[in-house]
């Protein structure tokens, strides 16, 4: 049963990469990527957060002697505090993320010639939300599951479900606002980007993931404001000064309100839950202890994580096996490798049978690269 519980934690490492490599990587480099995460990257992690016999687990086992004398090897007499997974789920799949999106690139004309971003929005909002609500939905397995029971339990689960929710909130809340505010300063108008609020959503669910078993209720309310102002600056660095392209932002939503996520137990996990003397919450009135835990435990996933998949990436891509070749891309991949449209209602597309001419790839691919050039000469497909 364990193993089983484990299993979708893996899988939730793995699949968190995808959203960061959408429109233009290859199936077979989907599927071998997350046997990679899920066989080597996750395990080890996991073992070092949650065993009995991990490196870094505040679940070793303490010895008392004959003579009273209690010999703790815990890190730092502590070992880390992640309750559901902040570091070997959402820290590894926000850094794979980053590693596949490094080297993978960005998708056709996603900046123009100048290196600024061109908007490339999502298709459909309600779709969007609709799966936001069902990850929602679906953390309250995640996190309160996390408790490995319920009978003896069921205060922590409950407490665990509240400040889930509480989290989750007062992201989306946070991110509502810090976007209105953003574009009345760049635009002057206020806008409403529905998008940007559900992965404020997710990004104070990621926050308070790591700390939901650690915590009182009252803390998952700053955690969470604080992850929405964490993936707002994360996905506004990555974008616009580290140039990669996320379309769904994975990174700033698993890997940096991850990280924030853990930095947060740190600071709020109070004495009563975590339990080892003064080695809580620093902001609790604990010492440094725990908050130095979490802060090696970052290190080391970024180390591990970014170790294995970077050379992993570089050599599908040294192979050609990594991502699609550019009039492919441009078709799209529904309509390319998975026998449909997404937009049946187009006539380009219209119907799984349809055949897709040259001058229609061509068309697409001299429009991104005509934004690419930014009107300086005319662009042409050996700019490729």
């Known amino acids: 049963a364990f193993w089983f519980f484990q299993f979708p934690f893996a899988a939730t490492a793995a699949t968190i990469v995808s959203g960061a490599v959408a429109e233009r990587c290859r199936l077979w480099a989907y599927l071998s990527y997350e046997l990679i995460l899920v066989c080597f990257v996750y395990p080890v992690v996991a073992h070092w957060v949650w065993s009995s016999a991990g490196w870094a687990s505040y679940f070793q086992a303490t010895l008392e002697l004959d003579d009273g ?157 604080i992850g929405a102002f964490v993936y707002v600056g994360s996905s506004k660095l990555i974008l616009n000064v580290f140039k990669v392209d996320d379309p769904l932002d994975a990174i700033a939503v698993h890997a940096g309100a991850g990280i924030w996520g853990l930095i947060a137990t740190g600071a709020f996990a109070t004495e009563s839950l975590v339990a080892t003397g003064n080695n809580y919450g620093f902001i609790m009135g604990g010492n440094g202890n725990l908050l130095a835990c979490q802060i090696v435990i970052i290190l080391a996933i970024f180390a591990w994580t970014m170790g294995i998949m970077v050379p992993f990436f570089l050599v599908l891509k040294k192979l050609n096996m990594f991502r699609v070749p550019p009039e492919v891309e441009s078709a799209g991949l529904d309509v390319s490798h998975h026998g449909g449209s997404a937009y049946p209602h187009e006539p380009e597309t219209a119907g799984s049978g349809v055949t897709i001419t040259s001058d229609m790839i061509d068309r697409k691919i001299e429009d991104a690269l005509a934004r690419q050039a930014g009107g300086k000469g005319k662009p042409t497909l050996n700019n490729l």
């Open 69 to 225: 004398t209690v010999i703790d090897n815990r890190l730092f007499g502590v070992g880390v505090c992640d309750f559901a997974g902040d570091g070997p789920v959402h820290m590894v799949g926000g850094f794979a993320s980053l590693a596949a999106a490094w080297v993978l690139g960005p998708r056709i004309g996603r900046f123009d010639a100048d290196g600024k971003p061109v908007d490339m929005p999502g298709h459909n909002a309600s779709l969007t939300l609709l799966g936001v609500f069902f990850l929602w939905f679906g953390w309250f397995g995640f996190n309160p599951g996390s408790t490995l029971g319920i009978a003896g339990y069921s205060g922590l689960a409950a407490r665990v479900a509240i400040n889930t929710t509480f989290g989750a909130a007062t992201g989306a809340l946070t991110t509502l606002l810090i976007v209105m505010g953003l574009t009345k300063i760049q635009t002057g108008k206020t806008v409403v980007d529905l998008i940007m609020v559900g992965n404020g959503a997710l990004a104070g669910l990621v926050s308070v993931t790591g700390p939901c078993g650690w915590i009182e209720i009252w803390a998952a309310i700053p955690i969470g404001i």
